[in-house]
């Protein structure tokens, strides 16, 4: 009778008929009154969120002390209640890393073994699995069940601590729960999403795992696959902003060896990719033929959202705003798909109130935080927006972009000393990002510290082109090295960068103009007369072209060079009413049309932060006295 009631039993799990599991349970329990079947009934009635039913079965006798199912159950129950210190209490406080499983520990071993001793002869063995070597004799001494609820308890704790926005707890107690059951991907999965670790971070912790406490029917080979296999789908979660070799040969070999090409997680993570580099029209290829087949996979939609918002897809948003709205009011996504097409439409109050919605549903969830922040930034309220940001930065301490929109709202306050503290700290957390290095070579910039300025702009540019991004994305960057270039003497290269920006179809007066600027410098005065007049024909009233071509004109009818045999504007005998200063302010304030390629950039924030579906606003660029922009910083 035992064995029918329980196979009816779970004949009906399989069938998600839980009021015939309740009812068969319940008999089964008052037939055997074992602990095992009263855990079972709890699970049934958690299943249907009857979680106070669920605790008051799992409260008979010792079960909670005695057995760890048990109060991984209960602890769960009090999170779905809301009673968080209850759960606290039920979990205990302290980990348990004793059992937690250092690399290398399970690694077969090489064994010498005296086969003859009278020959002196020996040869290699080689261990097999279960011959391995524990970490500590605890672990060891715990079953294989026991050690993962035990780690899911950890992954519970760490749940507890981030709603009472303790990250730094939260995220030890992820760790541990990954390191001792590397098949805890709950834990490993919070840590990547919510961005917790930096990239650097990130990858020291997967090469900490140990990925061969993996068996597989205790068959060596299998096993050894298996995990193998594990970490390389652990490896696609990391940050793109590092490593992308590696995430590459990752994802061409779960493509060839194990077809998973068209799996939406390889997809969206070689999306990721693409959208760090910019290439937002291949990630939105991938994002999209996700979404054709799973319309509603909701870790999809933010990088989706952010390249519509990057190609100015408006049609398309608004589409998918009202699907979701209609289908899926629960979700924050849908409020944040909506806060980015009036994001879109410029209608910057009402997206700031959806934002702020999807971040109440979910407090967590890093592209809404970081929507919010933009839309303050977008009016230029740069003080709502360094609060906004800097509850971001709180929230998603691993990544580097909360610090980066820091440091461009101070730049653009002229705080130069807390907008270089504010890059710094993201440019510890990640080197490899363009836009960053653009922004840092800004600061330099205004700083006066031009060859530091120069060499940050090239590697930026340097990143962009490795990563086959989007050459028109980064001319604004380009156009900041030729300023820095022009101011810092080396016209030659100066000039080369001003024609590679125009080369691209820029038609800006301010690039024009200042490619007349270094032409004069440079003695070639009828080619300044043609560049200014190019700056006149996009800008007729122009007074800083109309000036420049005045005295280049009168240089071409002058005999002797006004310019000097140097070549120096500085000692011009005719531009005494025009100081290099006044040169510099005014030639600087014609560029400002640039930062709309900057405006409401988007991204993810929380990986994104690394990874999130608001626009991110530009935020230094090279200002004159009067606060015109001269350049912006391009996207990424």
């Known amino acids: 009778m035992e064995k029918y009631l329980r196979d009816w039993r779970q004949d009906a799990l399989n069938k998600h008929q839980y009021e015939s599991a309740i009812f068969v349970g319940d008999k089964l329990l008052a037939l055997t009154n074992d602990d095992k079947d009263a855990f079972w009934l709890a699970q049934v009635h958690f299943s249907t969120g009857n979680y106070n039913r669920a605790q008051s079965f799992l409260s008979r006798g010792d079960l909670i002390q005695n057995n760890a199912s048990c109060r991984y159950l209960a602890a769960h129950c009090s999170i779905k209640l809301?009673?968080?210190?209850?759960?606290?209490?039920?979990l205990g406080d302290k980990n348990p890393t004793h059992l937690i499983s250092a690399p290398?520990?399970?690694?077969?071993?090489?064994r010498h073994v005296d086969v003859n001793a009278r020959a002196g002869a020996k040869h290699l063995k080689t261990a097999s699995r279960s011959d391995r070597v524990p970490?500590?004799?605890?672990?060891?001494?715990?079953?294989?069940?026991?050690?993962k609820f035990e780690a899911g308890m950890c992954y519970l704790r760490g749940v507890c601590y981030a709603k009472q926005n303790s990250f730094d707890r939260a995220k030890e107690c992820y760790k541990t729960a990954v390191q001792i059951d590397v098949q805890c991907f709950e834990a490993f999965d919070q840590l990547m999403t919510n961005s917790l670790m930096s990239p650097e971070e990130e990858w020291k912790f997967l090469e900490s795992l140990n990925f061969d406490t993996i068996t597989v029917d205790n068959n060596p080979s299998l096993s050894q696959e298996a995990a193998q296999f594990t970490k390389t789908l652990y490896t696609t979660r990391l940050s793109k902003y590092s490593r992308p070799e590696e995430f590459t040969a990752a994802t061409e070999t779960l493509s060839t060896h194990y077809s998973l090409a068209s799996n939406p997680d390889i997809l969206l993570s070689k999306a990721d990719l693409l959208f760090t580099q910019c290439r937002f029209r291949s990630a939105l290829a991938l994002t999209t033929s996700i979404l054709s087949s799973d319309k509603y996979n909701f870790a999809t939609l933010p990088t989706h959202l952010a390249c519509l918002h990057e190609l100015g897809q408006k049609n398309a948003l608004f589409l998918l705003a009202h699907d979701l709205a209609d289908t899926h009011p629960q979700e924050p996504c849908s409020w944040l798909t909506v806060g980015i097409y009036y994001l879109s439409i410029s209608r910057i109050a009402e997206a700031r109130r959806f934002f702020s919605k999807a971040s109440m549903m979910d407090p967590h969830f890093g592209p809404a935080?970081?929507?919010?922040?933009?839309?303050?930034?977008?009016?230029?309220?740069?003080?709502?927006?360094?609060?906004?940001?800097?509850?971001?930065?709180?929230?998603?301490?691993?990544t580097h972009l909360p610090q980066l929109f820091l440091g461009m709202q101070n730049l653009q306050l002229n705080n130069l000393s807390l907008a270089h503290e504010y890059l710094n700290t993201a440019y510890d957390l990640c080197k490899t990002d363009p836009l960053l290095l653009n922004e840092m070579g800004v600061v330099y910039y205004h700083e006066d510290a031009l060859a530091d300025a120069i060499t940050f702009f090239r590697r930026a540019l340097s990143i962009a082109e490795r990563n086959d991004s989007d050459r028109d994305a980064w001319l604004p960057t380009r156009t900041n090295l030729a300023h820095a270039l022009r101011r810092y003497g080396h016209l030659d290269d100066a000039l080369a960068a001003f024609e590679e920006v125009l080369r691209h179809g820029t038609k800006d007066a301010g690039v024009f103009t200042a490619k007349g600027l270094v032409l004069?410098?440079?003695?070639?005065?009828w080619d300044a007369v043609i560049a200014l007049h190019e700056a006149l024909a996009v800008a007729p009233q122009d007074p800083m072209a109309t000036d420049l071509l005045t005295r280049a004109l009168e240089l071409c009818e002058s005999d002797d060079s006004l310019l000097g045999a140097e070549g120096s504007m500085g000692e011009s005998v005719g531009m005494g009413a025009v100081s290099d200063e006044d040169i510099d302010n005014e030639l600087e304030g014609k560029i400002s049309r640039l930062r709309e390629i900057q405006q409401n950039r988007a991204g993810r924030g929380g990986r994104r932060g690394r990874r999130g579906g608001a626009g991110f606003v530009g935020g230094g660029a090279l200002e004159d006295e009067g606060g015109e922009s001269m350049v912006v910083d391009s996207d990424v």
């Open 82 to 90: 809301g009673k968080t210190e209850e759960a606290l209490s039920t």
């Open 135 to 147: 970490t500590s004799e605890e672990r060891d001494r715990e079953d294989v069940t026991s050690l």
């Open 369 to 398: 935080w970081i929507g919010f922040a933009h839309t303050f930034a977008a009016e230029g309220e740069h003080d709502q927006a360094i609060s906004a940001y800097s509850t971001a930065a709180r929230l998603f301490q691993g």
């Open 520 to 525: 004069l410098e440079l003695g070639r005065s």
């Open 104 to 110: 290398g520990s399970a690694r077969q071993k090489l």
